[in-house]
């Protein structure tokens, strides 16, 4: 099937020092005791609820939250303000410079993923992006990103998803040696 011929291809690009990069600013937060802030919309959205849930029943005293699960919160800021600013106004009441904030978008021109990174930007909070095919604007503001070069959105997600589970695993041996 053609789609695993694609998948094994993307995979095979990934730029493991970038990745090990990543994995140092989420163990960096961690050991300052700051918060990871991580969100995206569908499919991505989905990703950071994924990670957010594996990594604080794997990581002991990690502190990371999907700002995307809050539906409450989303509704009324998409309703009152705008949906473009969903993540950035939750940013302005809880991130503080100690802090680790991490976007996700496939097309990475996600306009309320990019607010949110630009507020991170403007306050000195550390930003990462994971973006899919040519990167979009996302890959430009973020302090590092992850960037699979493919014009397939499904792929794009799932690599994303393993390159969390590879950080994940390997802070986890890092921390299980200290």
Do not use: P
């Amino acid at each position: 099937m053609q789609y695993f011929n694609d998948l094994t291809d993307a995979i095979s690009k990934i730029d493991t020092d970038n990745l090990i990069s990543i994995k140092d600013s989420i163990l960096n937060c961690y050991k300052r005791k700051g918060i990871i802030y991580i969100f995206g919309n569908g499919g991505s959205g989905a990703t950071a609820s994924h990670v957010a849930g594996d990594y604080l029943k794997t990581i002991k005293g990690l502190r990371i939250v999907c700002l995307n699960d809050n539906t409450t919160v989303l509704s009324a800021i998409a309703n009152d303000i705008h949906y473009e600013e969903i993540f950035r106004e939750q940013l302005k009441n809880i991130v503080l410079e100690q802090d680790l904030v991490i976007g996700i978008s496939g097309s990475g021109n996600s306009k309320n993923i990019l607010n949110a990174i630009d507020y991170a930007n403007l306050v000195g909070v550390e930003t990462i992006g994971f973006c899919g095919f040519d990167g979009g604007d996302l890959k430009n503001i973020t302090a590092k990103n992850m960037h699979i070069q493919i014009n397939d959105m499904e792929i794009t997600e799932d690599v994303h998803l393993s390159c969390f589970h590879a950080i994940k695993r390997d802070i986890a041996k890092d921390l299980f040696r200290e």
